[in-house]
């Protein structure tokens, strides 16, 4: 019974089909257009980010480290599902195969999971820099900052590993049809006739631990570097720590509310209509606004890009 559940699951003629966004629009063209823009626009202003991140000296830091570990992440997280929805539109094909379903779902759960928690190292590193100055150049040396940043990737991976290698491997005998436009793991499981009650609970209880230990260090820095800071004498340095403190803030807020609802509420309140417009906000949208929240408000970054430019005007 099992060698036929799983050759069901993985032949060719079982191939899912994702209904998508556009059906849902009235001007599919126009839609198709915008998330194109947005894509490229996401594209570039992570990757100039981490090319200024990488050319400028000034930018070796581990705050900025991590920024370009962030911008990595978000080059990839938006290149795993707009590429493919966009030709399908294109060449009007809406079909995935098992296999390529399986590892778009992977590489998603796995670059989200890695998200989680370097936004908390990067909550971490702002409260060394700002309550222990004396000590920052220790407490966040090079090694323990590649330390940090692999455990973020190996956990991430971890994650991605076991829920997709258990969402597959359920028997799917009902419609092929994914009410989304990439395979997320709800929508994925939606299609199973097995009961995954239990499986759901598990990967609701995964999905708590997973925000909770970011949250609780993300909570508890903030709740010291905002005392450091109103202990403050010196106005610059207050005007210096609260830009980038804010920074990580709202894209902590942007990336974790959005996820809490994908993963955190029940059933019954999703519908796949806002289930699709709350991943189009994360999947897409946040990649995008993320280089400017860290780049508008930083006068280091744009400085950075001010002296490349100025080099390419005088040469």
Known sequence: MENITWITNHSGMSDFILVGIFSQSIHPILLCLVIFIVFLLALIGNIVLIFLIHSDTHLHTPMYFFISQLSLMDVMYI??????????????????????????????????????FFLGAMAYDRYVAIC????????????????????????????????????????????????????????????????????????????????????????????FVLLTIHRMNSVEGQKK???????????????????????????????????MVVSVFYTILTPALNPLIYSLRNRDVMGALKKILNMRSVN
Not at 96 to 109: N, T
Not at 149 to 178: H, K, N, Q, Y
Not at 242 to 260: D, E, N, Q
Request: aromatic share 12%; with cysteine.
């Open 241 to 275: 720590a609260f830009p980038t403190c804010s920074s990580h803030m709202t894209v902590v807020i942007l990336f974790y509310g959005a996820a809490a609802y994908t993963y955190m509420l029940p059933s019954s309140y999703h519908t796949p209509e806002n289930d």
């Open 79 to 116: 290149s795993v599902t707009v590429p493919k929805m966009l030709i399908d539109q294109i060449m009007d094909m809406n079909k995935i195969s098992v296999p390529e379903c399986a590892m778009q779902m992977f590489l998603y759960v796995t670059l989200a999971g890695s998200e989680f």
């Open 132 to 223: 222990h100055p004396l000590r920052y150049s220790v407490l966040m040396s090079r090694r323990v900052c590649l330390l940090l940043a692999s455990g973020c990737w190996f956990l991430g991976s971890v994650d991605g590993f076991m829920l997709t290698s258990i969402t597959m491997t359920f028997p799917f005998c009902r419609s092929r049809e994914i009410h989304h436009f990439f395979c997320e793991v709800p929508a994925v499981m939606k299609l199973s006739c097995s009961d995954t009650s239990l499986y759901e609970t598990l990967m609701y209880l995964c999905c708590v631990l997973m925000l909770l230990i970011p949250v609780t260090i993300i909570s508890s820095s903030y709740f």
